[in-house]
C-alpha cells in the first residue's frame, strides 16, 4: 500500500490529537511535524515518534507531503492555509478557518480554484448519534422542526488563575467561547436539522473581567495552578459566557447556550430539536446514547449499535454496540473520509466531510452574533 504522507503543523492540545486520530488509518503515515522552530520542532517530534522535523517553510518544500493539517492558534490559519494550498498540497485546517469573512471568502476560493481537498475539523458532527439524528430528519421521522435548544459547556476557564492563548483576541479573534465551542455547536445544528440561521440576538458576558496569566508555559486543560508571583494581571474582553437567540429559515425559534466557565461541566455539548413528530436530545458526554421523545407513546433510547442506526450511518461506527466510542473516534471517522477523498486527489463535488465552505458559514454567523452583542439587537446572518 501507498500510504499518504501526511505533516501536522502545531503541537498543542489538538494537534496530538490529529496525530493519534491519523495514526488509526491504515493509508496514513503522519511523516512530518512542524513547529515554531527548528528545536522545538524536533523535541516535539521525537516525544511523539514522528521521524521528521521542520519550520513551516520547510515543510512546504518537501514534495513527497501531500496533506498538511493546521492545527495552530487561530490567527495563523489563513496564512498557514493559504501558503499550503498555493504550495499544493491538500490542506486539513482546524476551526475557525480564518479571523475574519474576508480571509475565509479568499481561502474557499483557492481551495475552488487548484482542486485540492479542503477540511474543516469540525470533528463532532462524527458521533455516530449526530449523524443518527440528521438521517432520521432527512427520513422524515421527526418531522417538521418545531425548536432547536443547545448548549456547549466547560469549566476549562472556571478560575482567574485559568489562561490560556485563546483569551487573547490577537491570537483567537474578538470572541472566544462562541468563536471556540460556539461554532461547533452553530456547524453541528444547521448539519443535523438542514435549517439555515437568518437572525441571531446575542449576549455575552464576560465574568472574569481580569485573569492572571502564567508567567511560565501551562499545557491547555492541565489544571496546574502556580505560585501568586508566578501571575501577571491582563483585562480580558471576550466572553467567558454567550446566549444566542436563533431564528431559522423555515420560521422556527431557537436558542444556545455557551460557557466555559460553569463547574464541573468538562466538555459537555447538549442538543435537543423539537419537531412535529418526535424531540431528539442527545449529549456528547453521554455520546452512546440519543434520547427519542414521543407524545403518545413511551420515549425511547436509541444506543449507538450499528445493527440498529439507519444504513447511512454504519460508515462512522468501527465496534460494535456496547463497545463505547467518543470524542477521539470523531476525528478518525472525519479523516477516513477526507483521506478517501485524498486518495482520488481532487475535492469531490458533494463532500460528506466539512470544508472550507463550512468554515466560511461558521465564521459568518460567529461574526454576527459578535455584531449582535455589539448592537444587543437582532442582526441578519
Same mark, same amino acid.
Given at each position: 500500500m501507498n500510504k499518504i504522507k501526511v505533516g501536522v503543523v502545531g503541537t498543542g492540545f489538538i494537534?496530538? #490529537?490529529?496525530?493519534?486520530?491519523?495514526?488509526?488509518? +491504515?493509508?496514513?503515515?503522519?511523516? /512530518?511535524?512542524? $513547529?515554531?522552530?527548528?528545536?522545538?520542532?524536533?523535541?516535539?517530534?521525537?516525544?511523539?515518534?514522528?521521524?521528521?522535523?521542520?519550520?513551516?517553510?520547510?515543510?512546504?518544500?518537501?514534495?513527497?507531503?501531500?496533506?498538511?493539517?493546521?492545527?495552530?492558534?487561530?490567527?495563523?490559519?489563513?496564512?498557514?492555509?493559504?501558503?499550503?494550498?498555493? #504550495?499544493?498540497?491538500?490542506?486539513?485546517?482546524?476551526? +475557525?478557518?480564518?479571523?475574519?469573512? /474576508?480571509?475565509? $471568502?479568499?481561502?474557499?476560493a483557492l481551495a475552488a480554484e487548484t482542486g485540492l481537498v479542503n477540511a474543516v475539523h469540525f470533528n463532532l458532527r462524527y458521533y455516530p448519534l449526530a449523524r443518527q439524528m440528521k438521517s432520521m430528519r432527512e427520513n422524515g421521522e421527526l418531522g417538521e422542526i418545531y425548536?432547536?435548544?443547545?448548549?456547549?459547556?466547560?469549566?476549562?476557564?472556571?478560575?482567574?488563575?485559568?489562561?490560556?492563548?485563546?483569551?487573547?483576541?490577537?491570537?483567537?479573534?474578538?470572541?472566544?467561547a462562541i468563536a471556540d465551542i460556539g461554532s461547533h455547536l452553530m456547524d453541528i445544528l444547521e448539519y443535523i436539522t438542514g435549517l439555515k440561521t437568518t437572525e441571531v440576538l446575542a449576549d455575552f458576558n464576560t465574568v472574569h473581567k481580569t485573569r492572571k496569566k502564567p508567567l511560565k508555559p501551562v499545557e491547555t486543560y492541565s489544571g496546574k495552578m502556580l505560585q501568586p508571583e508566578d501571575y501577571a494581571d491582563v483585562p480580558i474582553t471576550t466572553e467567558d459566557h454567550a446566549n444566542v437567540l436563533l431564528r431559522f429559515d423555515n420560521g422556527s425559534k431557537g436558542v444556545i447556550t455557551v460557557s466555559q466557565v460553569s463547574a464541573g461541566r468538562k466538555n459537555r455539548m447538549s442538543l435537543e430539536i423539537a419537531g412535529s413528530k418526535k424531540t431528539f436530545s442527545w449529549c456528547s458526554e453521554s455520546p452512546n446514547e440519543m434520547w427519542i421523545g414521543n407524545r403518545d407513546k413511551s420515549n425511547e433510547i436509541l444506543m449507538r449499535d450499528p445493527s440498529l442506526v439507519n444504513p447511512d450511518v454504519r460508515s462512522t461506527i468501527t465496534f460494535p454496540g456496547g463497545h463505547n466510542e467518543g470524542f477521539p473516534d470523531t476525528s478518525k471517522q472525519m479523516f477516513k473520509e477526507v483521506y478517501a477523498a485524498i486518495a482520488e486527489g481532487k475535492q469531490p463535488e458533494n463532500p460528506t466531510f466539512p470544508t472550507f465552505a463550512d468554515g466560511y458559514r461558521e465564521l459568518l454567523i460567529c461574526e454576527r452574533i459578535l455584531e449582535s452583542n455589539k448592537k444587543q439587537a437582532w442582526v441578519e446572518v
Open positions: 494537534g496530538p #490529537a490529529h496525530i493519534e486520530a491519523l495514526r488509526r488509518l +491504515p493509508n496514513v503515515e503522519v511523516a /512530518a511535524l512542524c $513547529e515554531v522552530t527548528a528545536e522545538l520542532a524536533q523535541q516535539k517530534a521525537d516525544s511523539l515518534g514522528i521521524p521528521r522535523a521542520y519550520t513551516f517553510e520547510e515543510l512546504l518544500k518537501q514534495d513527497d507531503i501531500q496533506a498538511i493539517h493546521i492545527c495552530t492558534p487561530n490567527f495563523l490559519h489563513y496564512s498557514q492555509s493559504k501558503a499550503a494550498l498555493l #504550495a499544493g498540497k491538500h490542506v486539513i485546517c482546524e476551526k +475557525p478557518l480564518a479571523k475574519d469573512l /474576508a480571509e475565509a $471568502e479568499e481561502l474557499v425548536s432547536f435548544i443547545g448548549s456547549y459547556l466547560q469549566d476549562w476557564l472556571f478560575y482567574e488563575t485559568d489562561y490560556n492563548w485563546r483569551l487573547e483576541p490577537d491570537k483567537s479573534g474578538d470572541s472566544r
